[in-house]
């Protein structure tokens, strides 16, 4: 039987309005479940991000055969790399869709499971724990972002690495495009930015095979000095923090990036 992902999506979209009241699906879920996130979003630029991680391993030093947890790892294209480099790679994402997608990949060495990044993890202690491409800053509350730190400790060895790749709060705000459009495989997506309070909101307007759909994103703009005071809370010091994917560093009047590596000081927790 062949499944139509776009049908499936537009009827779980109009259903959206009447299963929210029972479930309150928070943006992030339902949003990222659909093949239209997937569309929207399918021209990164994957040489820049294997070059990235080739820098960053480097960096680090990681051997051979080290355990790595790539937390959010939507469709797997991180995973899968740091698994060709040597590494032994478990992808965690909470899209069920994006995961089953991901098992066509699975190996000795390369799992993944649907996990929420708020939720402790399940796992033998890791080397490194990559957080990569803005996969924080959705939840409501400062418990919750916290949350996350206190799920990468745990799972970290002493003197393990923690990677989080954000944004730069105030690159964002000093550069937002209040509009735009974008067509990917003949759908034109309209994209409407915004500041609202401490997070940057982005409209999601398009219309397929006769529907109009909506949905948005919702990233919470969250300071340096922020990240850093979750980070040293859980018992992670800031090794370096560089403000692209080149390892350049990082200044915030100008950087498009926030990119921190944090090592675990089992000291402080």
């Not at 929210?20 to 040489?47: A, G, S, V």
């Not at 797997?76 to 478990?90: A, C, E, M, P, Q």
């Not at 803005?134 to 002493?158: H, N, Q």
């Not at 990240?227 to 080149?246: P, T």
């Amino acid at each position: 039987m062949i499944i139509d992902l776009k049908n499936l999506s537009s009827i779980f979209y109009l259903s959206h309005v009447n299963f929210h009241y029972f479930c309150k699906m928070q943006w992030f879920e339902e949003w990222f479940d659909t093949p239209y996130y997937h569309i929207l979003y399918r021209n990164h630029d994957y040489k820049e991000a294997e070059d990235f991680l080739n820098l960053l391993t480097d960096y680090v030093k990681l051997e051979k055969n080290s355990k790595i947890i790539d937390l959010a790892c939507g469709k797997g294209r991180h995973s899968i790399y740091l698994n060709k480099l040597g590494y032994d790679v478990l992808g965690l994402d909470l899209s069920e869709q994006s995961i089953g997608f991901d098992k066509q990949f699975e190996t000795e060495t390369l799992k993944f499971q649907v996990h929420d990044m708020r939720n402790p993890i399940e796992s033998e202690p890791v080397d490194a724990v990559f957080n990569l491409f803005t996969s924080f800053g959705y939840f409501e509350t400062e418990e919750e972002d916290k949350s996350v730190f206190r799920s990468v400790s745990d799972v970290l060895k002493d003197k393990a690495y923690f990677v989080l790749d954000f944004l730069n709060a105030e690159y964002v705000k000093s550069m937002i495009t209040p509009t735009a459009s974008v067509e990917r495989e003949n759908i034109v997506f309209i994209i409407k930015k915004q500041i609202e309070g401490e997070y940057i909101i982005k409209e999601i307007d398009f219309e397929d095979e006769g529907k109009k759909f909506h949905f948005f994103e919702r990233v919470k703009l969250t300071r340096p000095e922020k990240i850093l005071q979750y980070a040293e809370e859980f018992g992670f010091e800031l090794v370096k923090r560089w403000g692209d994917y080149q390892l350049n560093d990082f200044d915030e009047g100008s950087s498009q990036r926030c990119i921190n590596l944090f090592r675990k000081n089992k000291e402080k927790i």
